[in-house]
C-alpha cells in the first residue's frame, strides 16, 4: 500500500510569488488535513477535508492560502502571494473515515523556503 | 495558545541509555499520541494513549498520561542511535479530529 506522498519535497520561490503543494493521500482515505511547521516551532493544524469537504479550516492563516480537495482524493494547497513567514514544512495526513480513533499517515512533508 | 510543549527541547545520550520526554498540553483530551521524525522525512506514528489510560508499553517504548497534570512523557529504554529524531506528542481532543502538536524533543543517541 503506497503511503501519503507530496510534492513537491522541496521549493525555493521568491516572495510574491505563488505555489502550489500537492498531496496524495492513500487510497481510501476520506480524511485528508494539513499541517505546517514553521522556523522549528511547533507543528500547527492547517485544516481537515472530509471527502471533498472542508470539515474543519480554523488553522488557515489567513486568505492567501487555498486549499481544494476536487474529487475528493488528492488534495493541493496554493499559497498567493507567498511571504517570508510562510517559510516552513508543509505536511499532509490522512486516515479513513471511522469512529472513534483511526491512525492518520503522514507524509514527508514539502519543505517551501520563500526568499 | 493550544499548543503543547516538550521538554527537554534536546536530549543526547549515549546508546544503551534510557531516554524520557515531557510533554504538557492544555486542553481536555481523548487520546495523546506520540510521533518521531527522522530527519527529512514525515511523521511516523509511534504510539497512542487513551485519556482513560494511565500507563502504556510498546516495545523500547513507555507513555504515561497524567490528565489531572496534563501531562504525558516519552520514554525510550536501550536506546540505539537508530532513535536519533525528534519526537513530538499530539492530543486529539473531543469532537475534533485535529491533532495539538508539542514544540518537539530532538533526540541525539550517540553510538
Known sequence: ?115 | SQQGEEDPQALSIQEGENATMNCSYKTSINNLQWYRQNSGRGLVHLILIRSNEREKHSGRLRVTLDTSKKSSSLLITASRAADTASYFCAAEGYNTDKLIFGTGTRLQVFP
Open chain 1, 1 to 115: 500500500e503506497a503511503g501519503v506522498t507530496q510534492f513537491p519535497s522541496h521549493s525555493v520561490i521568491e516572495k510574491g510569488q505563488t505555489v502550489t503543494l500537492r498531496c496524495d493521500p492513500i487510497s481510501g482515505h476520506d480524511n485528508l488535513y494539513w499541517y505546517r511547521r514553521v522556523m522549528g516551532k511547533e507543528i500547527k493544524f492547517l485544516l481537515h477535508f472530509v471527502k471533498e469537504s472542508k470539515q474543519d479550516e480554523s488553522g488557515m492563516p489567513n486568505n492567501r492560502f487555498l486549499a481544494e480537495r476536487t474529487g475528493g482524493t488528492y488534495s493541493t494547497l496554493k499559497v498567493q502571494p507567498a511571504e517570508l513567514e510562510d517559510s516552513g514544512v508543509y505536511f499532509c495526513a490522512s486516515s479513513r473515515a471511522e469512529g472513534g480513533y483511526t491512525e492518520a499517515f503522514f507524509g514527508q512533508g514539502t519543505r517551501l523556503t520563500v526568499v
